[in-house]
């Protein structure tokens, strides 16, 4: 195709070629009227992109969410117009505020076709202004590269999110010049262009940390979005200081070094824990809003306790807390600009003891945790899940939570040996049936990795229809389903919030394993704690995907480490 004298691609080429450009290599998504063409530019170019199929729109943004934290490269997912759009803002809006890049890709009804009442057509710009970082509606096909281009710029600058573009029918058959196809490549990998915190805040903050007494820090997802694990390791043993994580911050240090304290907050946290957070005279915030969670509702810490607050988002500082230092910056530049600093100092810190605080909070934790974990009651504990889990399950693995039963227990009780991501869960929304689908993004992103997908019998519901995508591509998941016919987290607090009065959260009992074994996948039922070790073995190291449905205590009459529930 040729314009004058210009060499000229469709707009669904072009939009595959700029996908290319920009280092995408998987892509996720279900087909749609609307894509046709984009779909026959996918099948006639050459473009190195593998795309799988999914059975729902909502669950290829997940699997783009989970493939995105596990390379660090923007994860792409693609869906059709009309309800196809709506299916996939979930995802969008979960990503979004877990500073993830994902780009969803909605093709649309021809730009002619507006006001005409044309079947799928909805506002999809309006629909996804409030939920995404960025998001255009690509309405000249001499735009799109450029707005391509903005997409991946403003997804991967800054604090990370996602994007959205609407790519209507006409556009996708329209001519974009070939010479406006180009990418910048640094924007095909997330934070790109880091920036680091002003030095006379560095020397700030290391003032206020050094003439603390009991510091503490607390650190969500930024650190191992960042790459900074390594940085914080090292401030932590020069300062023998406490390390806490928030649940999407696990992984910043390895828990198995003397200063993790591990999660604290209502999820996932205990009292011991708690009683360390709530002992420091500072508390040092790196990439964490110290939302509700993390310090039980503004509980933990105190209002009033001194913060030094590091964030790449300006906006998340001092919100809640009075900051006394902020650091706006990348996480990783900012610890290693606070290392430099002291390194510059001359100064031999003094240590402050955190190795053995940690270790007589962890004791009191896991002394209670082992006691329920060795128990032979039926139905299962879900601690004798997790430490039977633990024995089994290899160090490099990867763990996909979904936020009922799952969450609290892993996020509380299981070791991650090693720093790095190694934990998922979507915390920003707590959407069920998460963790089905990014599993498989998880495991596209790390082939060569276990990875483990855990979910309530409520998440498996929202979800079941994966399977089929699982079983198709020949993944080598292995599921967990704590099986308990109930909507766990609802009845828990039914329970302790409003004197047992229970209200429609109860369902019928599925038998989870026939389930998945009709969908091909090799599965155990498990109801005997003392079968629980055996199976797990030959379930991971099965070479195809299986299913473990475990027969395990409900929530509500279980010792979950959740704060409002524990009174």
């Not at 999914?54 to 792409?76: F, L, N, S």
């Not at 196809?181 to 006379?200: E, L, N, T």
């Not at 996480?331 to 606070?338: I, K, T």
């Not at 070790?533 to 379930?539: C, G, L, Q, S, W």
């Amino acid at each position: 195709m040729t314009m004058d004298g210009r060499n000229m691609v469709s707009g669904a080429e072009a939009m595959v070629r700029m996908l290319q450009a920009h280092g995408v290599t998987h892509m996720f998504g279900l087909c749609g009227d609307t894509s046709l063409p984009f779909y026959d530019a996918l099948h006639i170019l050459d473009h190195g992109i593998t795309h799988f199929l999914t059975r729902d729109e909502r669950h290829a943004t997940y699997m783009a969410d989970a493939y995105a934290r596990v390379t660090g490269k923007v994860g792409v997912a693609e869906g059709p117009s009309g309800g196809g759009a709506t299916y996939i803002l979930p995802g969008l809006a979960e990503a979004n505020d877990s500073s993830i890049p994902v780009l969803g890709i909605t093709t649309d009804v021809s730009v002619s076709s507006l006001g005409k009442y044309p079947l799928t057509e909805l506002d999809q710009g309006a629909l996804m202004k409030p939920l995404t970082k960025w998001n255009g509606v690509i309405d000249t096909s001499e735009r799109l590269p450029g707005m391509v281009r903005n997409a991946f710029r403003a997804m991967t600058t800054g604090r990370p999110g996602s994007a959205h573009l609407a790519l209507p029918f006409d556009i996708q058959k329209d001519g974009v010049p070939d010479e406006d196809i180009w990418a910048q490549s640094d924007f095909g990998h997330f934070p790109a262009w880091p920036s680091g915190p002003d030095p006379k805040a560095v020397e700030a903050a290391l003032d206020k940390i050094l003439s603390a007494k009991n510091p503490v820090i607390i650190v969500g997802g930024g650190v191992v979005i960042s790459s900074g694990e390594a940085a914080l390791q090292q401030l932590a043993e020069r300062l023998d200081i406490v390390v806490a994580t928030t649940v999407s911050g696990q992984g910043s240090l390895a828990d198995s070094h003397p200063n993790c304290l591990g999660v604290v907050g209502s999820n996932g946290g205990v009292p011991a824990t708690r009683a360390v957070v709530d002992d420091a005279d500072l508390v040092i915030f790196i990439s964490c809003r110290a939302g509700s969670v993390t310090t039980e509702r503004w509980r933990s810490p105190p209002i009033g306790t001194p913060i030094v607050h590091i964030d790449s988002d300006p906006e998340v500082i001092s919100a809640i807390y009075p900051t006394k230092v902020a650091l706006v910056g990348d996480a990783r530049l900012a610890l290693e600009a606070l290392n430099a600093a002291l390194d510059m100092s001359g100064i031999a810190p003094k240590g402050f003891g955190g190795a053995a605080k940690v270790a007589a909070a962890k004791k009191i934790k896991f002394d209670a945790f082992d006691i329920l974990a060795r128990s032979d009651d039926s139905p299962i504990k879900p601690e004798r899940v997790i430490a039977e889990l633990d024995r089994v399950l290899p160090d490099d693995a990867v763990v996909v939570a979904d936020p009922g039963t799952p969450c609290p227990y892993f996020s509380g009780f299981k070791p991650w040996r090693q720093a790095g991501r190694h934990f998922i869960s979507n915390r920003a929304h707590g959407a069920l049936g998460y963790a089905l689908s990014a599993a498989v993004g998880a495991q596209v992103g790390r082939p060569g990795t276990k990875v483990v997908s855990v979910m309530g019998d409520g998440s498996f519901g929202f979800s079941v229809g994966e399977f089929e995508t699982v079983t198709r591509y020949k993944m080598p998941i292995t599921f967990i389903v704590f099986s308990n016919s109930v909507f766990g987290w609802i009845k828990a607090g039914q329970k302790t919030g409003f004197n047992e009065r229970y209200y429609n959260v109860d369902f019928n009992v599925t038998d989870h394993a026939a389930v998945a074994a009709a969908f091909g996948i090799k599965s155990w039922r498990v109801e005997n704690p003392a079968d629980l070790n055996r199976v797990m073995k030959e379930a991971i190291e099965h070479d195809g995907p299986t299913l473990i449905d475990i027969i395990s205590q409900p929530l509500q009459d279980a010792n979950a480490p959740v704060s409002e529930w524990v009174a």
